[in-house]
């Protein structure tokens, strides 16, 4: 049974989850991918990820909303949630930060940004 | 190329399909927030790859568009057309890029300053960087209390300033990073977690075209399989064989599904294509889709998205007419384009209608002669349907000028032979200011299909089953034979003459062999119905069709081959082809010059027998109406009371010579042309049968002799046309009076512009016991109305001069005093699409002129179910 930690990479492109995938399991860490926050709130009922990645415009429901509704579900252990997006608008970050973002990333990132996030939460080391 | 690339190529084309469609929608509703949220992600998506993938240029545009976008959504800016046009604009520069990086698998160098200037001048803003991403106002450090935002803000704005691709996080210093990162990362062959909340998957369309082809040489190892063991007694294999031959089934129905496709698919690019054109012609037009989600198979939806984009184009370019116009006309400003697909009996069926002008019935005319389609004089026989058909032919194009949307050389013509080639029939209805409707049917998969196994000269040949519609054994012994008529093998069948294709005569295969017992398969194509005469007949056998090899696609015969249960490799004949032939065949040894006109639109034409009697005139009878022609041995006829009878196939047949001057022979041949009804007999006897061609109607009435018609031009020649209801009631005084109804005489309109046809049906009714009156056109019979006559039925045809017959029954339906009358249509265009149209418009039945012998007959049944469905709705009125 494979105990590396889980990645859910939330994302209404394709492209966009499987190169964060990649990412990841280039990474260690096990990933699971949601198509938009209905589908990642869905998910986080029956598994606990360690970490989140949250894209912010998606259809269905969107990055804040789906931020709100994990945060309320009150999860244990409490995911990491990174939210991955071009709003670079103050409020928003704000708006993110207040919903309850432990992160905040531009689009588009790369392996060394989410390495760092990584490392910053103990989820993988620095070779 | 690169698999995450290719994935960003196949997901970036589904969202610029998706985006056309919404834009269109939004510029209609353009307050509805939800559709430009959805635009204005999917443009937003689509910039944010391009992001990841190191898509500088691609993402450029995708930023320009996006910027217009947000504008709308701020409310800073208002959507015009022009607006809208831009965006649209944006979104085929993206697809241009994406097609040259589907080519050479990376971004074209380049630069679209232009467009994107043009774009961010509307925008108001042309200072707007398009660069990602965009450059916002400096933070606003004075809230403490969100530290680590302040922090992230103090890294954002520094990354941001220093015109860096990625922000990083706080502790990092922002370096810039190589943007086609994401092409080296390898990638991880190990499977992934699965998805969540997804009830499909993508699957490549490689993966399953390779099942298929799997289950295709599964089908044909189980057909071998049954073939072996069908010459076999019951054994221990007999039922594990039937379990894999169902299952076999089973999973071919499955993954045919899995190749289905919602036609929608076709559709995503018309309402852009639509909305395109009411920019550059001003014209207001609503397309309407419906059955979006009617399912067929991806082959078959590949072939008809063409001529589908092609005749909604025409629609929009052509059919509907400008507001001004359409306004005058009395129809809604707003032209629509209805598209309605759904699924009937094995096959999908896709209606494009519009509510504009209607064809040119003129223009058409003029063009058809200009380009030497046909000429003025046959033309002006022509039904408005038959000239309808003008604009499937080649070289024609009904185009007025060229315009930026049409005319790009795909004509009519193309998409027929297109939908024709996947099995499909084409049927077109024009009401003249009041729209044009096509109906398509074609079946739903193409890949395996059903056929019967034949065999002609020894070789085996395999016939579509869906145009086979029975199978004739003939023989000398049996009631079914093959006649020749002038060298034309024929087959009556039901007191029908079918024309024949021999195999072997038409492949070249050499004659002789079989020829005692032989069987014809009764083929149908479109509305053209044919024998196709072959040795043996095996069974039906599911086949995969395989294409035909470039060798053979010379021969219009043959759609392709596949191989047996056996192993053995097959053509797999073409019945368009072969109907061709059969027509050719017909007119082979007609007048040259019309027998080319009657090759070009036999299904527009009538055959016509000829024949000598008294004296060298040829006169000519409707081939529909002989039942059989039949050379008797003069010595069996016998000569009863100054009448004539022979023994005819267990029964007393009476003769009736043609002229009433006729010398009996008392040996040798007597050429019979034999008439059946009701399982009665009449023969009419003729010196010599000289001909059958087909041609078309058009006969000019003399005066009345008894017997005759009139006279007509057809295959070139001079001849009387026979009135074969005049020896009918010579034979048989009461020959059409099973099928009287009442006593007492009851009157009838029959309205027809045809002066043949008017004086073929009104002595059947006549003789019927009906009181007919008659009417060349709309107009005339609502005269009738206007002087007070009432009628029991009113018969009508549907193509006529000055008021059609649809006008006719609106009209009719509309005013009380005949609202209450039976009305039967009578056209020679009996179609699915013509049926219902007629219904539409008020007709209580629709006949086929087609079949003249059974009209008493079918009158009175038609007259018999009308009358029984008005009775039973007035008892549920009486009943409620």
Redesign the interface.
């Given at each position: 049974m494979n105990t590396n930690p889980?990645c859910l990479v939330v994302d209404?492109?394709?492209?966009?989850r499987?190169?964060a995938?990649?990412?990841l399991?280039?990474l260690g860490l096990?990933?699971?991918?949601?198509?938009h926050g209905?589908?990642?709130v869905?998910?986080c009922r029956a598994t606990t990820p360690h970490l989140v990645l949250l894209d912010w415009?998606?259809?269905e429901m969107d990055g804040i909303t789906c931020l709100r509704a994990l945060r309320a579900m009150d999860l244990h252990p409490r995911p990491w949630v990174v939210m991955c997006t071009?709003e670079?608008?103050?409020s928003k970050?704000?708006e993110a930060?207040?919903a309850g973002a432990d992160?905040?990333?531009?689009?588009?990132?790369?392996?060394?940004?989410l390495l760092?996030?990584l490392v910053?939460v103990g989820l993988a080391e620095r070779a | 190329m690169d698999d995450l690339l290719r994935e960003f190529l196949a997901e970036t084309a589904e969202n610029l399909a998706v985006l056309d469609v919404e834009l269109v929608r939004f510029e209609r509703e353009t307050s509805d927030a939800t559709i430009l949220s959805n635009i204005f992600r999917l443009m937003h998506t689509i910039k944010g790859t391009c992001g990841f993938l190191g898509l500088p240029r691609l993402g450029a545009v995708a930023h320009a568009g996006e910027n217009i976008l947000g504008k709308f959504r701020d409310g800073e800016l208002d959507v015009t057309p022009r607006a809208v046009t831009l965006i649209l604009k944006a979104i085929d520069q993206i697809r241009a890029l994406l097609a040259e990086m589907e080519t050479t698998g990376s971004e074209p160098a380049g630069s679209d300053e232009d467009l994107i200037g043009e774009i961010n001048a509307l925008a108001g803003d042309s200072a707007a960087p398009t660069e990602i991403p965009t450059i916002f106002a400096p933070p606003d450090f004075s809230d403490a209390g969100f530290p680590v935002a302040a922090e992230l803000l103090v890294e954002v704005a520094y990354a941001l300033k220093h015109d860096v691709h990625i922000a990083s996080e706080i502790e990092v210093a922002p370096e810039p990073v190589a943007p086609a990162f994401a092409a080296a990362v390898p990638r991880d062959s190990e499977t992934k977690e699965p998805a969540t909340a997804s009830s499909s998957i993508r699957v490549n369309v490689e993966v399953i075209e390779n099942l298929m082809t799997l289950i295709s040489e599964l089908v044909l190892t189980r057909n071998q399989l049954l073939q072996m063991q069908r010459g076999q007694k019951d054994n221990e294999f007999k039922v594990p064989l039937q379990r894999l031959s169902h299952i076999t089934s089973d999973l071919q129905d499955g993954v045919t599904r899995m190749r289905m496709q919602p036609i929608g698919n076709a559709w995503n690019k018309l309402p852009r294509i639509v909305r395109d054109l009411t920019v550059a012609t001003g014209k207001k037009i609503e397309l309407t889709m419906q059955g979006a989600e009617t399912e067929l198979d991806r082959q078959v939806l590949e072939m008809i998205k063409d001529p589908l984009t092609h005749m909604v184009r025409n629609s929009a370019d052509h059919g509907i007419e400008d507001g001004a116009r359409r306004l005058a006309a009395g129809k809604p400003e707003t032209g629509t384009i209805a598209l309605d697909a759904y699924h009937e009996s094995g096959h999908i069926f896709i209606r494009i209608a519009d509510d504009g002008r209607g064809l040119d019935l003129d223009r058409i005319r003029q063009k058809a002669v200009a380009n030497g389609l046909t000429t003025e004089a046959v033309i002006a026989t022509m039904s408005e349907q038959q000239i309808l058909q003008f604009i499937f032919r080649p070289g024609f194009s009904t185009a007025e000028k060229v315009t930026s949307v049409s005319g790009r050389g795909v004509g009519m013509d193309v998409v027929r032979t297109n939908i024709e080639r996947i099995g499909g029939t084409i049927e077109l209805s024009s009401v003249a200011g009041r729209g044009t409707t096509f109906l398509i049917k074609i079946p739903l998969t193409l890949a395996i299909v059903s056929a019967l196994i034949v065999e002609a000269a020894g070789q085996r040949f395999a016939i579509p089953q869906l145009n086979v519609v029975e199978l004739v054994g003939v023989s000398d012994r049996s009631g079914a034979r093959i006649e020749t008529i002038n060298t034309s093998p024929v087959l009556r069948l039901r007191d029908r003459l079918l024309p024949l294709v021999s195999l072997r005569g038409i492949l070249g295969l050499e004659p002789g062999g079989r020829a005692h017992d032989r069987f014809v398969i009764v083929t149908q194509v479109g509305a053209n119905t044919f024998g196709i005469i072959v040795d043996r007949v095996f069974d039906t056998e599911e086949i995969v069709v395989k294409p035909v090899a470039p060798l053979l696609r010379g021969t219009r015969f043959y759609v392709g081959n596949t191989i047996l249960g056996d192993g053995s490799v097959i053509m797999i004949l073409d019945p368009n082809g072969l109907s061709s032939a059969a027509g050719q065949i017909a007119t082979a040894d007609s007048d040259s010059a019309q027998g080319k006109a009657g090759v070009a639109a036999d299904s527009e034409q009538s055959s016509f027998l000829l024949f000598r009697a008294g004296g060298r005139e040829l006169k000519a009878i409707p081939l529909e109406l002989v039942s059989r022609i039949e050379g008797l041995n003069a010595a069996t006829i016998e000569h009863v009371g100054g009448r004539q009878v022979v023994q005819y196939r267990e029964h007393l047949m009476p003769l009736v010579p043609f002229d009433a001057n006729h010398q009996w022979k008392e040996s040798g041949l007597q050429e019979i042309l034999v008439f059946s009804d009701n399982g009665r007999c009449m023969g009419l006897a003729v010196d010599e049968v000289v001909d059958i061609v087909r041609d078309r109607m058009a006969i000019e009435l003399s005066s009345a002799r008894p017997g005759l018609l009139g006279s007509a031009i057809i295959a070139g020649k001079a001849v009387d046309v026979v009135d074969v209801g005049h020896f009918l009631t010579q034979a048989f005084a009461d020959w059409f009076e099973i099928t009287a109804m009442h006593g007492t005489a009851r009157h009838a309109l029959l309205v027809d512009d045809s002066p043949f046809f008017r004086n073929l049906v009104a002595p059947l009714l006549t003789s019927a016991n009906w009181k007919v009156t008659t009417a060349a056109d709309g107009v005339e019979a609502l005269k009738l109305r206007e002087h007070g006559h009432r009628f029991d039925v009113i018969i009508s045809d549907i193509e006529m001069p000055n008021m059609d017959g649809l006008t006719l029954a609106n009209a009719i339906r509309s005013d009380a005093r005949w609202s209450q009358v039976l009305l039967i249509a009578l056209s020679s265009h009996a179609g699915e699409s013509d049926i219902h149209a007629g219904r539409n418009a008020g007709f209580d039945e629709y006949l086929a002129k087609s079949d003249q012998t059974h009209l008493p007959e079918n009158l009175a049944r038609a007259i018999r179910a009308a009358k029984a469905r008005g009775e039973a709705n007035d008892n549920l009125r009486k009943a409620s």
């Open positions: 889980l209404d492109s394709r492209v966009i499987r190169l995938a990649d990412i399991k280039g096990r990933t699971a991918e949601a198509e209905l589908a990642a869905e998910f415009n998606m259809p071009t670079s608008g103050l970050i704000r930060l207040e992160e905040y990333i531009m689009k588009p990132y790369d392996r060394e940004v760092d996030k910053q | -």
